[in-house]
């Protein structure tokens, strides 16, 4: 089954302590991202990777690193994990075929709260 | 810069009734134009896009948009709401960042309830 898995789904942590959402999909799509949802404000785009070694910042990435080691995985990294980093964050996926035209495909989602 | 607004934060409608779902935009080209939904406890899925062409776009689950280039808007529509259409719906826009990537600005979502 074409997927983006996301692990894990829930986590709840303490202010400082690194941790790592894993990303992965299995339908070969060069284009990753990474968003964080929150109430009132929609997705907002964290990190995204146009193919393996090639990522770009968002419109929130402080506080957040990635790495694109392998097409199919995008794991996202908080080196200190901060209260307001407590949200919903989404991976998503889509081939690059058409470009900006392209669908993205969102994994189930990771619900984080930082205390 | 490039947004995404969805004026309503809520929309009700009866079952049966048609339903519209708000959106406007602010682009400096052409605009890419993404309509997705969420279910509770769900990602989002992908319900229709407008890239060119017919101004009318359909979509899944009986879904369509009206593209609106001189109102710089999006609106979804549906004729017959279910109450399983009853969700949380984004819009969006495709956008190139300065460095060459492909970047997507999201709506602030808008909650539709769908009474029986």
């Known amino acids: 089954e074409a997927q983006v898995t996301q692990n894990p789904r829930y986590l709840i942590t303490v202010t400082g302590k690194k941790l790592t959402v894993t990303c992965s999909q299995n339908?070969?799509?060069?284009?990753m991202s990474w968003y964080r949802q929150d109430p009132g404000l929609g997705l907002r785009q964290i990190y995204y990777?146009?193919?393996?070694?090639?990522?770009d910042k968002g419109d929130v990435p402080e506080g957040y690193k990635v790495s694109r080691k392998e097409k199919r995985n995008f794991p996202l990294i908080l080196e200190s994990p901060s209260p307001n980093q407590t949200s919903l964050y989404f991976c998503?996926?889509?081939?690059?075929?058409?470009?900006?035209?392209?669908?993205?495909?969102f994994g189930p989602g990771t619900r984080l709260t930082v205390l | 810069a490039q947004s995404v607004a969805q004026p309503e934060d809520q929309v009700n409608v009866a079952e049966g009734n048609p339903l519209t779902v708000k959106c406007t935009y602010s682009?400096?080209?052409?605009?890419?134009l993404f309509w997705y939904v969420q279910y509770p406890n769900r990602g989002l899925q992908f319900l229709l896009k407008?890239?060119?062409?017919?101004?009318l776009v359909k979509g899944s689950y009986g879904f369509e948009a009206e593209f609106n280039k001189s109102q710089t808007s999006f609106h979804l529509k549906k004729p017959s709401a279910l109450v399983s259409d009853s969700a949380l719906y984004f819009c969006?826009?495709?956008?190139?960042?300065?460095?060459?990537?492909?970047?997507?600005?999201f709506g602030a979502g808008t909650r539709l309830f769908v009474k029986a």
């Open positions: 682009v400096s080209g052409n605009p890419y």
């Open positions: 407008y890239i060119t062409g017919d101004n």
């Open positions: 998503a996926s889509s081939p690059l075929q058409r470009e900006w035209t392209d669908t993205q495909y």
């Open positions: 990777s146009m193919n393996v070694e090639v990522t």
């Open positions: 969006a826009v495709r956008d190139r960042s300065n460095t060459g990537g492909f970047k997507t600005i």
């Open positions: 339908m070969n799509h060069e284009y």
